[in-house]
């Protein structure tokens, strides 16, 4: 028996704003009247290490994912995408921005960050769909690179049992009012590219 | 009206529902954000919330507002009560005014701490009782049932989420915050608040002959639940539970379930479970307390009982659980096969580590390159417990073990025989925590070492929290910060410098002074933590690499993420906090401001 309506993995790196998307989600999920389940990395992880919160919405039970149970892996980083793909359900679709935040030991030359195609290619074959997007750059045209996370979630949007308005209403919750046009306007970017 | 709450700030709107009157605590991952949440209201309420100075100053301050007939609350997480053991111990045996409720945190897999001990343990060992929470909206709940339980029984109550319940969200009905309790003032009752052997006695007697009443009272609280159905069954407690009830729905098995939330675990219920099953297994994280008691109430009323659990190999004693193992591991009970998730395998092994560091411009980085350069790489470098134990790859960090032995560990290394330099260093907090008592050995007993005190103005690991050296208490009231030069000089280091770690030439001189100093040596390298600084407005200078760049890789191996290497030279990317160390280090000049 199903136990969680849809379960989403959400990863990145500490500071590209993760928890927002997943506070956005959970506090969405509150104003549907849904039960709502998410867990979050905070602590040591934070300082620019990998980073994974999980969200189930209609879930009454763990807070986690469990492996092989997304039903979508968003990822605000490419190589984050594929470190988490266990969690990825063979239904299950993976959105990936593809711009990359390069690891120190990538930057002091100890170690090759994988090409794209190294990091789609292996996740086309564990689940439905990989999608990318470089939500980064769309996030410019909305007016701030700051908004890449909620260019994702608008992409995100059009696979969940959430309806817009009710995301839309609780980003207004989390957003500071003055940066709330350009999220709103990112938000809609992410959506019309998955559309 | 529901909210969408993280299980710390659930656990801190709990607090305000009963009442607590005083909230103290040390922060530390994962309990910071219950007293953050509460500091958040910035005195708005009549409660008094603070960052003490350490857990076990943070638990006596509780005690004493408690015997005063407030309610009151000390925070931290498992380790901390290591350090608050001393009072926790004998609170047990004196008893409470208003009711104390305990709130340890516990950190299976070590997200974040330097071990994964079990708190459950300290609470059997102490005689009290502890409520083990599955989820934001239980532990909220637990906590008014807390403090009934302490006044009623007369004994401190521990609650004890772990990182995937205080760190966990879920939709929790809101609260109204209710009546402080404040208390009236102390009453003088020596043989209930004075340790005498006299005293405790008879008191250790009465603390034993609770134990029955502590069991019949948690066995009637909803959190402990029984259903008899197949012969097989599960017994679970805490967030395990959680994972042992969505498997049997998902696998859709007719097992018999006892869903403990409280220790000890209620062995009326065990008792039933056992009688009925031929074979249960035992979910719990970590330690097997849960078990133990099964296999005692076992041996008595169904000797033939199978038990799985940790003593057979079924559930790991260390780590987290996760559904799918709690899933697994029932499945192979009932002969089912194992489910996995998809196998990436060979397709992972091009993935870039990308463990947590060292924010880019941290000054931290720079007292740790000053320190190498006067010490040498082969002198003893014994730390502590920080952001700056990320920089053990700099090999600065040799020890690491718990909070202030940096100072202790350096100083038995030396009476040990080691001849060479010794150079520790610990954080500003760290140090006020517990460096204090260390520094004070050091002098006293002629340590010949150097101290390095990492002083960046704030608890930042566990989220830039205040401390007495910044000037601020947990609600924001200002309160006259003190002087870690001062500090150091009154526990009797005789030579103690300031530097600016950002001024390389002048913090390498700096510690080449201390090195060779003919005794105990103070360096305090003083630089605001580059997220407050950035936090606070500070904008920083821009810095580019100019064609000197000779590609000689010095400022790479330096190890700020804001320098790269692209074709043969270095380049700083947008994540450069402008400290500047890096134009300092480059031998050719080639790292200047932007103009």
């Given at each position: 028996?199903?136990?969680?309506?849809?379960?989403?993995?959400?990863?990145g790196?500490?500071?590209?704003?993760?928890?927002?998307?997943?506070?956005?989600?959970?506090?969405?999920?509150?104003?549907?009247g849904?039960?709502v389940?998410?867990?979050?990395?905070?602590g040591?992880?934070?300082?620019g290490g990998?980073?994974?919160?999980?969200?189930?919405?209609g879930?009454?039970?763990?807070?986690m994912?469990?492996?092989g149970?997304?039903?979508?892996?968003?990822?605000l980083?490419?190589a984050e995408?594929?470190r988490?793909?266990?969690?990825l359900s063979?239904?299950?679709v993976a959105?990936?921005?593809?711009d990359p935040?390069?690891?120190i030991?990538?930057?002091m030359?100890?170690?090759?960050y994988?090409?794209l195609e190294?990091?789609?290619d292996?996740?086309?074959?564990v689940?439905?769909e990989?999608?990318?997007?470089?939500a980064?750059?769309?996030?410019?045209?909305?007016g701030?690179?700051q908004?890449?996370?909620?260019?994702?979630?608008?992409a995100?949007s059009k696979?969940i049992?959430?309806?817009e308005?009710l995301l839309?209403d609780?980003l207004c919750?989390?957003?500071?009012?003055?940066?709330?046009?350009?999220n709103?306007r990112?938000?809609?970017i992410?959506?019309a590219e998955?559309e | 009206?529901?909210?969408?709450?993280?299980?710390?700030?659930?656990?801190?709107?709990?607090?305000l529902?009963?009442?607590a009157?005083?909230?103290?605590?040390?922060?530390?991952?994962?309990?910071s954000?219950i007293?953050?949440s509460?500091?958040s209201?910035k005195?708005?309420?009549p409660?008094?919330v603070e960052?003490?100075?350490?857990e076990?100053?943070a638990l006596e301050?509780?005690?004493?507002?408690?015997?005063t007939g407030?309610?009151?609350?000390?925070?931290?997480?498992h380790?901390g009560?290591?350090v608050?053991?001393?009072?926790f111990?004998?609170?047990a045996y004196?008893?409470?005014?208003?009711?104390?409720?305990?709130?340890i945190?516990d950190?299976?897999?070590?997200h974040?701490?330097?071990?994964?001990?079990?708190?459950?343990?300290?609470?059997?060992?102490a005689?009290?009782?502890c409520l083990?929470?599955v989820?934001p909206?239980?532990?909220?709940?637990m906590?008014?049932?807390g403090?009934?339980?302490?006044?009623?029984?007369?004994v401190p109550?521990?609650l004890?989420?772990?990182t995937?319940?205080?760190?966990?969200?879920?939709d929790?009905?809101?609260?109204?915050?209710a009546?402080?309790?404040?208390?009236?003032?102390?009453?003088?009752?020596p043989?209930?608040?004075?340790?005498?052997?006299?005293h405790?006695?008879p008191?250790?007697?009465?603390?034993l002959?609770?134990q029955k009443?502590?069991?019949e009272a948690?066995?009637?609280?909803?959190?402990?639940?029984?259903?008899l159905s197949?012969v097989?069954g599960?017994?679970?407690?805490g967030?395990?539970?959680?994972?042992?009830?969505?498997?049997?729905?998902?696998?859709?098995?007719?097992?018999s379930?006892l869903?403990?939330?409280t220790?000890?675990?209620?062995?009326?219920?065990?008792?039933?479970i056992?009688e009925?099953?031929?074979?249960v297994?035992?979910?719990?994280?970590?330690e097997p307390v849960l078990?133990?008691?099964?296999?005692?109430?076992?041996?008595?009323?169904n000797?033939?009982l199978?038990?799985?659990g940790k003593g057979?190999?079924?559930?790991?004693r260390f780590?987290e659980l996760?559904q799918?193992?709690?899933?697994?591991a029932?499945?192979?009970?009932?002969g089912?096969?194992?489910?996995?998730?998809?196998?990436l395998?060979?397709?992972l092994?091009?993935?870039?580590?990308?463990?947590p560091?060292l924010?880019p411009?941290?000054?931290h980085?720079?007292t740790?390159?000053a320190?190498?350069k006067?010490f040498g790489r082969?002198a003893?470098f014994?730390s502590?417990?920080?952001c700056?134990?990320?920089?053990?790859?700099?090999g600065?960090v040799?020890?690491?073990?718990?909070m202030?032995?940096?100072?202790?560990?350096a100083?038995?290394?030396r009476?040990?025989?080691?001849?060479?330099?010794?150079c520790c260093?610990?954080?500003d907090s760290t140090f006020?925590h517990?460096?204090?008592?260390g520094?004070?050995?050091?002098?006293y007993?002629?340590?010949?070492?150097?101290?390095?005190?990492?002083?960046?103005s704030t608890?930042?690991?566990?989220?830039h929290q205040p401390?007495?050296?910044t000037g601020?208490?947990?609600?924001?009231k200002?309160?006259e910060?003190?002087s870690?030069e001062?500090?150091?000089?009154?526990l009797g280091a005789?030579?103690?410098?300031t530097?600016?770690p950002?001024d390389?030439d002048s913090?390498?001189?700096?510690?080449?002074?201390a090195?060779?100093?003919p005794?105990?040596?103070?360096v305090?390298?003083?630089?605001?933590?580059?997220?407050?600084?950035?936090r606070?407005?500070?904008k920083?200078?821009?810095?580019?690499?100019n064609?000197k760049c000779e590609?000689?890789r010095?400022c790479v191996e330096?190890?700020c993420?804001a320098?790269?290497?692209?074709?043969?030279?270095?380049?700083i990317?947008?994540?450069?906090?402008?400290?500047?160390?890096c134009a300092?280090?480059?031998p050719?000049s080639a790292?200047?401001?932007?103009?």
């Open positions: 028996m199903k136990t969680s309506e849809c379960d989403i993995v959400i990863v790196v500490g500071g590209q704003g993760v928890i927002l998307i997943s506070d956005v989600l959970g506090r969405a999920a509150v104003k549907a849904m039960p389940r998410g867990a979050e990395t905070h040591m992880a934070q300082r990998s980073v994974i919160n999980h969200i189930r919405l879930c009454r039970f763990s807070p994912v469990p492996t149970g997304a039903d979508v892996l968003l990822a980083e490419p995408a594929l988490f793909g266990h969690y063979r239904d299950g959105m990936i921005n593809t935040v390069l690891p030991s990538v930057t030359g100890k170690s090759v994988p090409g190294d990091i789609v292996p996740l086309s074959e689940c439905k990989v999608k990318t997007l470089d980064t750059s769309l996030a410019r045209k909305a701030t690179s908004a890449m996370n909620v260019v994702m979630l608008g995100l696979y049992p959430i309806k308005e839309l609780a919750d989390v957003v500071p009012k003055r940066h709330l046009d350009a709103k990112a938000f809609q992410g959506k998955v | 009206m529901k909210e969408y709450l993280l299980g710390n700030v659930a656990i801190a709107k709990g607090l529902e009963a009442g009157g005083v909230v103290a605590g040390y922060p530390g991952t994962p309990s954000e007293i953050e509460l500091a209201l005195g708005d309420l409660i008094h960052w003490s100075v350490n076990k100053v301050v509780a005690i004493g507002a408690s015997w407030a309610r009151a609350v000390a925070t931290m997480k380790v009560l290591n608050a053991a001393d009072p111990m004998t609170l004196l008893g409470v005014g208003g009711g104390i409720v305990v709130i945190a950190d299976p897999f070590c974040s701490s330097q071990n994964e001990q079990d708190t459950r343990r300290y609470a059997q060992f005689a009290v009782p083990d929470p989820d909206g239980v532990a909220k709940e906590v008014t049932y403090f009934e339980l302490s006044e009623k029984l007369n109550v521990m004890r989420p772990t995937r319940v205080s760190h966990a969200r879920s929790v009905e809101a609260s109204h915050t009546e402080i309790r404040r208390g009236s003032g102390f009453v003088k009752n043989a209930r608040r004075v340790s005498l052997p006299v405790v006695r008191l250790h007697v009465e603390l002959e609770k009443k502590i069991e948690l066995a009637l609280t909803p959190w402990n639940s029984l259903r197949g097989h599960v017994i679970a407690s967030i395990s539970s959680l994972y042992a009830e969505e498997a049997l729905i998902e696998m859709d098995l007719d097992l379930f869903k403990v939330g220790f000890p675990a209620p062995s009326d219920m065990i008792r039933l056992v009925h099953a031929s074979k297994m035992i979910v719990e994280e970590l078990e133990e008691q099964v296999e005692r109430v076992a041996r008595k009323y000797p033939d199978e038990i799985l057979s190999g079924h559930i790991p780590g996760d799918l193992y709690v899933r697994n029932i499945a192979s009970m009932e089912q096969p194992a489910r996995s998730g998809p196998i395998g060979e397709a092994k091009i993935l870039p580590s990308r463990p560091g924010c411009g941290c000054s980085r720079a740790y390159y320190m190498r006067a082969d003893v014994p502590d417990i920080g700056y134990t990320m920089a053990v790859h700099m600065t040799d020890t690491c073990l718990c202030g032995a940096s100072i202790t560990l100083s038995g290394i009476f040990g025989g080691e001849e060479k330099g010794i260093s610990l954080g006020l517990g460096g204090m008592t520094l004070l050995n050091a002098a007993n002629k340590a010949r070492i150097t101290v390095t005190i990492l002083d960046n608890t930042a690991m566990t989220g401390h007495p050296g601020f208490t947990a609600t924001g200002w309160s910060p003190v870690l001062a500090i150091a000089r009154a005789e030579s103690v410098e530097v600016n950002y390389i913090a390498v001189d700096a510690f080449k002074r090195r060779d100093y005794g105990l040596s103070v305090i390298a003083k630089q605001a933590c580059v997220i407050t600084a950035r606070n407005g500070q920083p200078q821009a810095f580019r690499v064609d590609g000689c010095i330096f190890g993420p320098i790269e290497f692209e074709g043969e030279k270095a380049r990317n947008n994540l450069c906090a402008g400290c500047g160390v300092w280090i480059c050719s790292i200047e401001v932007m103009k």
